[in-house]
């Protein structure tokens, strides 16, 4: 009988093996099968992460488009509102102009109507001033002399009757 089947170390070390060989292949299928379930778990939230990643990035998108319709349809707006400013303004100022030009012209009217009220004033005056002159000699039967100076003195109180 060989020397090493009397040494119990052996017997140690085959009893050691055989619990290694015992243990390891049922132990190796459990740990295989947590690693194996453990990196499942692991991809499964990568795909999660990967998804909400692209979802995130979709609505970032989306919300920079709709931010930049946004200041584009403002500044729409604001080019609509000044453009709109401007047209009243030229509006306005044209209206204004027309405004003076008429109220121009209606006192132009009035002045041209004084004047010619003034105009037929005075040639009332002066025809109502002539009128009493030329009763006045009719009446009075005067000499020729004498119907000058009447003449005269009416048509030097003619401007005082004017006034």
């Known amino acids: 009988m060989p020397h090493f089947l ?3 170390e052996f017997w140690v070390l085959v ?5 290694v060989a015992v243990v390891w292949k049922p132990g190796s299928r459990a740990i295989v099968s947590s ?13 999660e992460a990967q998804s909400l990643r692209e979802e ?3 609505l970032l998108a989306d919300y920079q488009r709709r931010q930049s319709e946004a200041i584009a349809e403002a500044e729409a707006i604001v080019g609509h509102a000044r453009a709109e400013a401007e047209r009243i303004t030229a509006q306005a100022a044209r209206d204004l102009a027309q ?3 008429r109220r ?12 010619a009220k003034a105009l037929a004033d005075i040639r009332t ?3 109502d001033i002539a009128i009493a002159a030329a ?14 100076g009447l003449i005269d003195s009416a048509i030097a109180i003619l401007p005082q009757g004017l006034h």
């Not at 690693?35 to 795909?47: C, K, M, P, T």
């Not at 000699?137 to 000058?148: K, T």
């Open 104 to 115: 121009q012209r209606l006192a132009e009217e009035r002045i041209a109507q004084a004047e």
């Open 135 to 148: 009763g006045e000699v009719i009446a009075g039967g005067l000499d020729d002399q004498r119907r000058a």
């Open 15 to 19: 009893a050691a093996i055989v619990f």
């Open 125 to 127: 005056a002066a025809v």
């Open 6 to 8: 009397a040494d119990p």
């Open 56 to 58: 995130a990035e979709r």
């Open 99 to 101: 405004s003076l030009e």
């Open 35 to 47: 690693l194996d379930e453990r990196g499942r778990r692991i991809g499964a939230e990568l795909g």
